[in-house]
C-alpha cells in the first residue's frame, strides 16, 4: 500500500524565494544536491535530478511559494503509480521553512524515500547555503 511523508524543514537565514529558485534551476539544483539536474519553472514541463534518477513532470507552479509534480525514481517497480510531491515555502521571521507531502510513495520505497530526503536534499542544500545542520 503507499504511503505518505511529510516533513517540515527550517533552512536559517535565508527566504523562500532562493529555495524556490535552487530547486527550479537546474545549474543550482546540482550543486546543491552533487547530482545532475534538469528542471525549469514551467508548468508541464518534465525534470530529472540525481543523474536521471528521479524523474517527473511539474504539475503546478506558484512562484517563490510552491511546486507540485509527479515524482518518480529508477527504483520504483514498472506496475508502480508515480507518486506526487508537493513543496511548500513559507517565511519565517528571517527564516525559510520547506513543507513536504510526497504522496503515493511504494510501500517498498518508502523508508529510503523517507530518509533520502534529509540525506540527499536537506542536508546537501544546507551545506550547499553554508548553514549549520540541525
Known amino acids: ?19 524556490y529558485g535552487i530547486y527550479t534551476d537546474s545549474r543550482k539544483h546540482g550543486q546543491a544536491t552533487g547530482g545532475t539536474a534538469k528542471i525549469s519553472a ?12 528521479i524523474s517527473g513532470k511539474i504539475f503546478q507552479l506558484v512562484k517563490n511559494k510552491m511546486i507540485v ?20 515555502f513559507e517565511k519565517k521571521g528571517n527564516d525559510a521553512l520547506v513543507h513536504m507531502v510526497h504522496a503515493n510513495v511504494p510501500d517498498h520505497q518508502y523508508h529510503g524515500v523517507k530518509g533520502g530526503w534529509d540525506d540527499f536534499y536537506w542536508k546537501p542544500w544546507k551545506k550547499y547555503l553554508q548553514l549549520p545542520l540541525p
Open 1 to 19: 500500500m503507499a504511503k505518505t511523508i511529510c516533513q517540515t524543514v527550517v533552512f536559517k537565514n535565508i527566504t523562500p524565494e532562493i529555495l
Open 42 to 53: 514551467k508548468v508541464g514541463s518534465s525534470y530529472s535530478a540525481w543523474n536521471g534518477y
Open 69 to 88: 509534480q509527479s515524482w518518480r525514481s529508477s527504483d520504483f517497480k514498472a506496475g508502480d503509480f508515480d507518486s506526487t510531491l508537493i513543496l511548500q
